[in-house]
């Protein structure tokens, strides 16, 4: 049996944002999981679904090759890559309280050890030639980095770091209501877990300070506008010795003068004369990144005729070989002629006249003896 669109499992659209994903995601979990569905298999089918969906869309990289190429695009390795773990459900246990926290890979440690750095999105821009042959190069981005003078800890060298008095440095504050435990974020220490009497004097208490840092990436042949590209760790630093957060690279490849792109395949239109189209011969075809090719034009081209090189085209991601070249051929009517080019032309339009008229002196004696 076919599987399903990934969308179409956690019942999202397309356009889907990583927060809508995670929460389809927690939705069906909580729904299908064996532990609360002991001995169903249709449950626990429906819970590894959830979890392959979301391990291939939650990955930039997979998400763009399913987007692309769908199932064929991701395979299996992708897929079971984004098998489920417990800390896919950070935040879970904050909104449902101890009551399924078991449940999903038991009790979480709290936020009180620091917070995760946000995720930062830049913007490249490729030409098609870069992006048909790979692209190495260094970028500067502008982030918040870990104080230098604090070491990101927020307080002044020297002073100490309480335990915040109202959550015992859980960051988590817990209320009971009715049947449910919920947790919210300590609002004296701001999910922290500690206090600061001294602030640091270079972050004001942060613990971060705005810097710009120079990244170098690698972009594989074959990219194309949409495709995104993950560096993990490389987002901005975390509050309170949190980790990093992620950089998203987003890829959009110029269009060229001469060459349309086509998924792989590449097409250019290529003019001939109209001798060479009458008579043949053979010219010389740019390729984006090869050089130039020989084509032989047969005898009686017309204009729009399409001829294919192959592997001339466009790498592809999937380590499938090279798209293919098309060539198209425009024949260009002469637009001013000497003396000699004339009475040629004149020669061979007395030619075609008289070819014609032969041709319908043929065609009346067919009328009368046919």
């Known amino acids: ?97 101890d009551l399924f926290g078991e449940l999903f890979g038991g009790r979480r440690s709290r936020r009180g050890g620091g917070q995760r750095g946000a995720d930062l999105r830049y913007d490249l821009e490729l030409t098609l030639e870069q992006a048909a042959s790979g692209y190495k190069s260094k970028i500067n981005v502008p982030r918040y980095e870990n104080c230098d003078t604090c070491s990101g800890s927020g307080a002044a060298p020297g002073s100490s770091i309480n335990v915040c008095n109202l959550c015992s440095g859980s960051g988590q504050v817990r209320f009971q ?42 972009i594989p042949a074959g990219v194309d506008t949409g495709a995104r590209l993950r560096i993990t760790g490389e987002g901005e630093a975390g509050l309170a010795g949190g980790t990093r957060g992620d950089l998203y690279v987003f890829i959009e490849v110029s269009e060229h003068e001469l060459f349309e792109r086509q998924e792989n395949n590449l097409y250019v239109n290529v003019p001939i004369s109209f001798t060479q189209a009458a008579l043949g011969a053979e010219i010389k075809v740019p390729t984006l990144i090869d050089g130039e090719e020989t084509l032989r034009i047969p005898e009686g081209t017309q204009t729009g005729s399409i001829f294919r090189l192959r592997g001339k085209g466009i790498v592809s991601l999937q380590g499938q070989g090279r798209g293919d070249l098309f060539a198209v051929v425009t024949v260009q009517t002469p637009a001013k002629l000497n003396r000699d080019q004339r009475k040629l032309f004149e020669q061979l339009a007395k030619l075609e006249e008289q070819k014609n008229q032969a041709r319908k002196l043929t065609d009346k004696v067919r009328e009368i003896f046919g």
């Open 177 to 218: 209501q009715g049947f449910f435990s919920v947790s919210r974020t300590c609002h004296q220490c701001r999910g922290t877990g500690r206090t600061i009497t001294n602030y640091c004097k270079n972050c004001q208490g942060a613990g971060r300070v705005e810097k710009d840092h120079t990244i170098e990436i690698k």
């Open 1 to 97: 049996m076919s599987k399903r669109d990934y969308y179409e499992v956690l019942g999202v659209n397309r356009n889907a944002t990583e927060q809508e994903l995670k929460t389809a995601y927690r939705k069906l979990a909580m729904q299908y999981h064996p532990d609360r569905n002991p001995g169903d298999k249709e449950a626990e089918e429906k819970f590894k679904e959830a979890a392959e969906a979301y391990g291939v869309l939650s990955n930039a990289e997979n998400r763009t090759r399913f987007d692309r190429y769908g199932h064929a695009g991701v395979g299996t390795s992708a897929a079971s890559s984004g098998s489920w773990t417990s800390g896919d459900f950070n935040g879970f246990e904050d909104i449902l309280g």
